[in-house]
């Protein structure tokens, strides 16, 4: 239908080309010129042989699961305690602020709160007789810093639970409090269950989101130090636009993408076991 | 519950609340500092004395004014873009019946799981023999094609609309264009102001278009020229920095704060699929 063409379109031009080109250009030496000379594996071969390939891959892993695990802790817990009516807006406000502005913003600002001697974070940790680290500087921390960094970015996990949390039935709380269950177990028996599609969903958007994690290390620490926070969009970036080897890049891609597929397609079928469906 | 468990509770939600609006505050803090009070290490929240120098300082070492006029030009052709061509869109797996209908729209959906590493390298080949690098195309002409999310979003709200009004002005000869332009759209006012609202958002903040595309320093928008300034004098003139970071992240944290009920719907609108 006419209607649709727009999209028909962008789908075909944006999305199903780029698509299959990069699995198409992956077997060549492709530079930012032209395709280059056919390779077949070659390309994937060398990604197995490299360690920096290995090395990304880790970090984009372990940034993940690090962000994804204090995300969704954070944002759970504080949904938990945001009072559902009055004044509830106000918090959601607050929490969600953060996902507004540019992430290069959010670099800069954190660069700056992580200073090693102007820090505020340091300066604080400084007067509580901690000998803070150098954040962003050191080989160690650095990668920690990013996930602590990324527990500001939370809003749109919290804005989801908060919104799941409003649309459990009081009566199941009444019921659970008549027969006596305390605190804990209303959280662990009721809540919980309840939210379990909307965790599912926040997962596999952290995954997701996670396994694209670029503008933070790019502006915070350019992958160092030592490569600590060389995550896997980082180096792939690298390879297309600093190295030029556009068919290595297409190839990291397409792993990334399969990688992405397994994982997701894991957590789904894990899913199954966890998460309760009202019906 | 208890006073203690109540009293508990709150302390942790506004301390946290306090904790995470610190970063804004100590940002414009600082961008109001003189550099030597910022080198001296100071730590008051208030400086004294205000300086405004850093803004001035940060408008003429790099052309910030240019950043933000670039930013607004993309973001609103992207906005007048994606407002046009999702709606559009939208309507047709909405209000219209056809075959594979359904099945179109989950082949859509999964576009939104697609990591753009993916399709960048070829998308940025393809656009190189175009002669669209350097130019601000890349970044606005796709938002005419349609995007994932917002036909989602939209189809979902149009859906909600009764039927029996696109009937009535059927049987008065009206055709499927002019139910959708006097019928239609007047009644989806919240759901296209929050499609408007996050092209707008994500224009103003995209980084990794603006990135592989601008090679022009004068052409750069805020989120990009934010980064290359950090480069460049980040080392040294922390003050400036702040005042520019302050400068690209002040419209939209207004923008918001005024229009949150709409985000806030949208994103609500996009937890039904999974």
């Known amino acids: 239908m006419l209607f649709i063409s727009p999209w028909l379109i962008g789908l075909v031009w944006f999305y199903l080309y780029p698509f299959a080109a990069s699995l198409f250009y992956s077997f060549f030496n492709a530079t930012a010129f032209g395709l280059g000379s056919f390779v077949g594996f070659r390309n994937y071969q060398l990604m197995a042989l490299d360690p920096l390939f290995w090395r990304s891959l880790l970090n984009t892993i372990a940034y993940t699961a690090g962000s994804v695990l204090l995300g969704t802790f954070l944002a759970l817990s504080l949904a938990l305690l945001v009072p559902k009516r009055r004044g509830g807006s106000v918090y959601r406000t607050i929490f969600y602020l953060p996902m507004v502005v540019p992430f290069s913003a959010v670099s800069i600002i954190w660069i700056w709160i992580l200073h090693p001697q102007y820090g505020l974070l340091n300066h604080y940790l400084q007067q509580f007789g901690v000998s803070p680290p150098g954040w962003l500087s050191d080989p160690k921390w650095a990668m920690p810093a990013l996930v602590i960094v990324s527990g500001w970015s939370i809003g749109n996990m919290l804005v989801l639970y908060l919104a799941g949390i409003l649309d459990i039935p009081a009566e199941l709380y009444e019921a659970a409090r008549l027969d006596g269950a305390s605190a804990w177990k209303r959280l662990t028996r009721i809540t919980l269950p309840m939210l379990s599609p909307v965790i599912l969903f926040n997962l596999i958007i952290g995954l997701i989101s996670g396994f694209q994690y670029f503008v933070q290390p790019y502006i915070m620490t350019n992958g160092g130090p030592a490569d600590s926070t060389l995550v896997y969009p980082l180096y792939l970036y690298r390879n297309a636009f600093q190295f030029f080897r556009m068919g290595y890049a297409c190839a990291m891609g397409w792993v990334l993408f399969l990688v992405l597929l397994v994982l997701t397609a894991f957590v789904l079928n894990s899913s199954r076991r966890w998460v309760h469906y009202r019906g | ?274």
């Open chain 2, 1 to 274: 519950m208890d006073r203690l468990q109540h009293t508990t509770r709150y302390i942790v939600l506004i301390g946290a609340a306090i904790l995470f609006l610190v970063p804004f505050l100590w940002l414009i803090s600082t961008s109001l500092k003189t550099n030597d009070q910022i080198v001296q290490g100071s730590t008051s929240w208030i400086p004294r004395p205000l300086t405004l120098q850093n803004y001035a300082n940060a408008f003429t070492s790099v052309p910030l004014f240019e950043y933000a006029k670039n930013t607004l030009v993309i973001a609103v052709f992207s906005v007048i873009g994606a407002l046009f061509s999702n709606t559009l869109v939208a309507y047709g797996f909405s209000r219209l019946e056809w075959r594979s209908r359904e099945l179109f729209f989950l082949v859509t959906l999964a576009t939104l799981m697609l990591p753009f590493q993916v399709t960048m390298v070829p998308l940025f080949m393809m656009f190189s023999r175009l002669h669209w690098t350097n130019t601000f195309l890349p970044l606005i002409v796709p938002c005419f094609f349609g995007n994932a999310f917002y036909i989602f979003l939209l189809r979902q709200f149009f859906l909600g609309i009764p039927r029996d009004l696109s009937e009535a002005a059927k049987l008065e000869g009206a055709s499927e264009l002019q139910i959708l332009w006097h019928i239609i759209l007047p009644l989806a006012r919240p759901a296209l102001l929050a499609v408007a609202l996050f092209q707008f958002l994500f224009s103003w903040n995209d980084f990794l278009g603006p990135l592989i595309y601008l090679t022009d320093q004068s052409k750069f928008t805020l989120a990009l020229g934010l980064a290359n300034m950090q480069s460049a004098i980040g080392l040294s003139d922390f003050g400036a920095m702040m005042a520019a970071a302050t400068v690209t992240v002040a419209p939209v944290i207004i923008v918001f704060i005024f229009t949150q009920r709409y985000f806030i719907a949208g994103i609500l609108a996009s937890r039904a699929k999974s």
